[in-house]
């Protein structure tokens, strides 16, 4: 059974429309990840909520926000995507903040399209 | 971060061991060594992680140098499902604990049939 699921699989969006991608968690873990990764690339990471905590990574785009309304889901929503935004969207989790014994737990991913 | 460098692609046969290398030169202390798979269309998966001493589960072994400079994650039998990109991924799980893995390019493995 799938424990970090996102949806949907694939998101076709224009230039410029808001779209949300969605991810939930079945693991009750606290914290989760927003990932980037785009064609041939390595994933990158956006930004990470530790329970209600927001963090982003400094060169993270001011297009891009998150949203965690509560432990099981999280949101990313882009305000108005560019042609370079088409990307695969990997959202993961962890128990907590990654000492030695914990892992990343991800998602099958959202491959968003703009078109 | 301490950096790892890793060949972009390997390819190996069905049924047959493959050695996957990872180099870490600048590794400290602190630092464990980590391996993530990412099949095709898939999120990555964690496989196994160590620090000084070689480690073993049922993904995969991981045999790391007595510098520590370099490690191997060995898959004793590929089948063609462990066709995937593997990154080997340095993190300092000191202190509080690290808030996200920082992954590089990784290896491209192929397995033949």
């Known amino acids: 059974d799938a424990m970090v699921i996102q949806n949907p699989r694939y998101q076709v969006t224009q230039f410029g429309k808001p779209v949300t991608l969605s991810c939930s968690q079945t693991l009750n873990h606290n914290v989760m990840y927003w990932y980037q990764q785009k064609s041939s690339q390595a994933p990158k990471l956006l930004f990470h909520?530790?329970?209600?905590?927001?963090?982003n990574e400094a060169d993270t785009p001011d297009n891009f926000q998150s949203r965690r309304p509560n432990t099981s889901f999280c949101f990313l929503d882009i305000r108005s995507p560019g042609l370079g935004d088409a990307a695969m969207y990997l959202c993961?989790?962890?128990?907590?903040?990654?000492?030695?014994?914990?892992?990343?737990?991800f998602g099958s991913g959202t491959q968003l399209s703009v078109l | 971060d301490a950096k790892t460098t890793q060949p972009n692609s390997m390819e190996s046969n069905e049924e047959e061991p493959v050695h996957l290398p990872c180099n870490h030169s600048t590794i400290s202390g602190t630092d464990y060594i980590h391996w993530y798979r990412q099949l095709p269309s898939q999120g990555p998966e964690y496989v196994i992680h160590g620090l000084t001493s070689n480690v073993n589960n049922r993904m995969a072994s991981l045999a790391i140098a007595e510098d520590r400079k370099s490690s191997t994650l060995i898959l004793h039998r590929a089948t063609l499902r462990d066709a995937a990109v593997y990154y080997c991924?340095?993190?300092?799980?000191?202190?509080?604990?690290?808030?996200?893995?920082?992954f590089g390019k990784g290896t491209h493995l192929i397995i033949q049939p």
């Open positions: 993961a989790t962890s128990r907590g903040l990654l000492t030695t014994n914990e892992k990343l737990f």
């Open positions: 991924i340095l993190r300092d799980d000191s202190g509080g604990g690290a808030d996200g893995l920082t």
């Open positions: 909520y530790y329970d209600k905590d927001f963090n």
